[in-house]
T-cell receptor, first 110, second 114 residues
Framework: TQLLEQSPQFLSIQEGENLTVYCNSS?????LQWYRQEPGEGPVLLVT?????EVKKLKRLTFQFGDARKDSSLHITAAQPGDTGLYLC??????????FGTGTRLKVLA | NAGVTQTPKFRVLKTGQSMTLLCAQD?????MYWYRQDPGMGLRLIHY???????AKGEVPDGYNVSRLKKQNFLLGLESAAPSQTSVYFC?????????????FGDGTRLSIL
């Protein structure tokens, strides 16, 4: 049973636009991670958020963990073609169990 | 700087054949994982291991077996391959308690079952 829903599933935008990706669950997680995956490669970690309400910034990417630690969002400002990829959120249960979201496939057009 | 290495990268099998996927990590990580990735489904956990000699079932374990005889290796076996097992398989490892640790992934094995 998939416990993490991501939206939107697909997103195609022009270079310079802003976008937000959502990751929602009915479960509470110890922490939540965001990964980006390029074609033919495995996912690579972007950030981990641990505390409810936490906000982390990574250059043009802003990650937020919901107050109740059940949801998260990823906001990209002024998207660039290099941001193109599959974005995955992963909720962490306990000490070693990960549940991955369904993924958001982003394409940024030049 | 190998990280997590998966072999083979591609494989085509006929229904009923068996094979083993190998995952090797050189980061001395305790935890290792096998996932499958299918379109629209994200990554689903097949089996995982929290240390040498231990394994446990994940979300979709049916039709697969695993072994972790050495800390650095985690093997995924398909005893009798079925078309439903056509997928991209990823191995990952992580260090210690995972709540703030990243999983390090290999580049995947693309498996087709005819």
């Amino acid at each position: 049973t998939q416990l993490l829903e991501q939206s939107p599933q697909f997103l195609s935008i022009q270079e310079g636009e802003n976008l937000t990706v959502y990751c929602n669950s009915s479960s509470v997680f110890s922490s939540l991670q965001w990964y980006r995956q390029e074609p033919g490669e495995g996912p690579v970690l972007l950030v981990t958020v641990v505390t409810g309400g936490e906000v982390k910034k990574l250059k043009r990417l802003t990650f937020q963990f919901g107050d109740a630690r059940k949801d998260s969002s990823l906001h990209i400002t002024a998207a660039q073609p290099g941001d193109t990829g599959l974005y995955l959120c992963a909720g962490v249960w306990g000490t070693y169990k990960y549940i991955f979201g369904t993924g958001t496939r982003l394409k940024v057009l030049a | 700087n190998a990280g997590v290495t998966q072999t083979p990268k591609f494989r085509v099998l006929k229904t009923g054949q068996s094979m083993t996927l190998l995952c090797a990590q050189d980061m001395n990580h305790e935890y290792m994982y096998w996932y499958r990735q299918d379109p629209g489904m994200g990554l689903r956990l097949i089996h995982y291991s929290v240390g040498e000699g231990t394994t446990a079932k994940g979300e979709v374990p049916d039709g697969y077996n695993v072994s972790r005889l050495k800390k650095q290796n985690f093997l995924l076996g398909l005893e009798s391959a079925a078309p439903s097992q056509t997928s991209v398989y990823f191995c990952a490892s992580s260090y210690g308690t995972a709540y703030n640790q990243p999983q390090h992934f290999g580049d995947g094995t693309r498996l087709s079952i005819l």
